[in-house]
């Protein structure tokens, strides 16, 4: 069973910056894509960010930029570092397997809030 913890989440100003870390035990991640997902209060949840490998990444059009996604295939790590924050960044982050057919129960999240 997969199990992720998602670590690194806190309180900013805006402009800060944070890094999001995930703990990925019951499977090496080498051969998956793996994505970080966000979800606010009151919508739905939404994938931020995507490594297809360790040179493949790809983001949504609101992150692009801001954001780069990592992963330590030998920690089986995924990491999520989140520069010039806004305050429609503030959600709920999530890791998982990006290919829904092969994702594992959701984790807690970690909370990122960005003050204006």
């Known amino acids: 069973q997969v199990q992720l913890v998602e670590s690194g989440g806190g309180l900013v100003q805006a402009g800060g910056s944070l890094r999001l870390s995930c703990a990925v035990s019951g499977r090496p991640i080498s051969s998956y894509a793996m994505g970080w997902f966000r979800q606010a209060p009151g919508k739905e949840r939404e994938s931020v960010a995507v490594s297809w490998s360790s040179s493949i990444t790809s983001y949504s059009d609101s992150v692009k930029g801001r954001f780069s996604i990592s992963r330590d295939n030998a920690k089986n790590m995924v990491y999520l570092q989140m520069n010039s924050l806004k305050p429609e960044d503030t959600a709920v982050y999530y890791c998982?397997?990006?290919?829904?057919?092969?994702?594992?129960?959701w984790g807690k999240g970690t909370q990122v809030t960005v003050s204006s």
């Open positions: 998982n397997l990006d290919n829904v057919r092969l994702r594992a129960p």
